[in-house]
């Protein structure tokens, strides 16, 4: 089994910065994709940013947050990264960290808003940016 915990949110004010972390254990070896999701109130759930490691190493990112965000992974410590810069007030929400196999050839722009094809999620961290 694997398990995803989050953790990094808190409350920050406009212009801030933040960075959310995302720890992996159990079986990862075959893990190659992590994505960064995130849901506000009364919203749908937003790809935020992907990053795909194996071999080849690639990122996609939101238009909302491209410039702005940045992920990366260490992994030596089965940890996924995403910092966050210039914060905003839209960008509060629940943060959610997922984890899949992908094929490189599945890795595309469009796998930020694949989200159900995810197999494993974190429980999710605050972020709440106030104006």
């Known amino acids: 089994a694997v398990q995803v915990v989050e953790s990094g949110g808190d409350s920050v004010q406009a212009g801030g910065s933040l960075r959310l972390s995302c720890a992996t254990t159990g079986y990862t070896s075959s893990l190659n994709t992590f994505g960064w999701f995130r849901q506000a109130p009364g919203k749908e759930r937003e790809g935020v940013a992907t990053?795909?490691?194996?071999?080849?190493?690639?990122?996609y990112y939101a238009d909302s947050v491209k410039g702005r965000f940045t992920i990366s992974q260490d992994n030596a410590k089965n940890t996924v990264y995403l910092q966050m810069n210039s914060l905003k007030p839209e960008d509060t929400a629940m943060y959610y960290c997922?984890?899949?196999?992908?094929?490189?050839?599945?890795?595309?722009?469009?796998?930020?808003?694949?989200?159900?094809?995810?197999?494993?999620w974190g429980q999710g961290t605050q972020v709440t940016v106030s104006s």
């Open positions: 997922a984890a899949h196999t992908f094929t490189w050839a599945e890795f595309t722009p469009d796998v930020l808003v694949r989200a159900a094809d995810f197999t494993y």
């Open positions: 990053i795909y490691t194996h071999g080849y190493s690639s990122t």
